[in-house]
């Protein structure tokens, strides 16, 4: 399945030339990032199971973020927070067409290089660098290698969005990059809506993404969320307790796959090491944010599981045309709502 995503990042409607033999190794790096945004004033409690159970049926009630029960969110601050954080970063390449890699909710940045054996058919960075594209590959904030930073005040979605701004810049100043394509998952695939919709970008993957959450019920309810440090304590125990995971492999098979287009064993993988928490201020603060698709400008490709429980409640046919027009201002606008998946497509 990775192969129709490189392949799509030359097909946008030319935004890319063609890839150039690009045969530099890939590097582990740690990127300071400074940001300066308002952040909400997110009024959520999460200390144990009992609250985060509390929460997903909170965010589940079929009037959640309606008038007659609005989101979780008190106030904006009346000035912007300055912050700095450290970003882990796989990058490889040393310039021209760049890709910029942002994973989604319950993942880390080894969504796009699994590290099972046997694993080079789902590798997504081995792929794109083979076909001439340098890499950025990197762990959001709160996440991974990247800095632990408060569930509430900092993982804010126009924090994340800041943050991947930086990484464009540092792509173009860094790494000469003559163009940038941004590709996202889920979560991941918002980050990079709002990013370009600020930012100088010349195309756009967008994957688990339908532009609306009419659908994410299911996804949230199916997780079973649990507080990460509890849940695994030897690997998440430093994280505060408003980060959450999922209840156990099966919930985040539910989330992420459909058989029987997957395997057993990458779920396993996914769960034991790919897998990592998110903040409970992640989905307000991305309710709360105000995305200006129509000025994207460059060109937009919506790929998409047909069986994701997330962005279509299991079935993506048909449902990907109002994603599509929220982007009026693009260059070229391309759906495929029927890859033979689930939440995951890699």
Known sequence: MYKQLVTAGVFLAGAFALPYSNLSACRELRLPIS????????????????DAVSLSLNLTNRDFSMPTDPLPISGVTPDAVESTYTIGATVCGSGGPTL??????????????????????????DAAVAAGYSVISYDRIGVGSSS??????????????????????????????????????????????????????????????????????PFLAGAGFRVAKIQDPLRWGALDSAYLTSSDLYAETYAYYTAPYFEHRVAEWSYNVGSEPFAVAELPTLLGTTIEYD??????????GKY???????????????????????????????LPAGYVIL
């Open 35 to 50: 940001v300066s945004v308002p952040r909400f004033l997110v009024d959520v409690t999460v200390k144990d199971n009992w």
């Open 100 to 125: 910029i890699l942002t994973h989604g909710i319950i993942e880390s940045k080894l969504y796009w290089s699994p590290t099972f054996g046997d694993s080079e058919k789902y590798n997504f960075i």
């Open 148 to 217: 632990k930073v408060n569930a509430l005040t900092d993982a804010q979605f126009q924090v994340q969005t800041a943050v991947l701004n930086a990484i464009i810049d540092y792509a173009y100043g860094s790494m000469n990059a003559t163009k940038v394509g941004l590709i996202g998952h889920s979560y991941g695939s918002y980050i990079t809506a709002g990013s370009a919709s600020q930012s100088k970008v010349d195309a756009v993957i967008l994957t688990g993404f339908s532009g609306n959450f009419s659908y994410f019920g």
């Open 295 to 304: 000025a994207i400008k460059g060109s937009v490709l919506i790929l998409q």
């Open 308 to 338: 994701d429980v997330s962005a279509c409640g299991g079935d993506c046919v048909g449902l990907l045309e109002g994603a599509a027009a929220l982007f009026t201002g693009a260059a070229a606008v391309e759906t495929v709502d029927d």
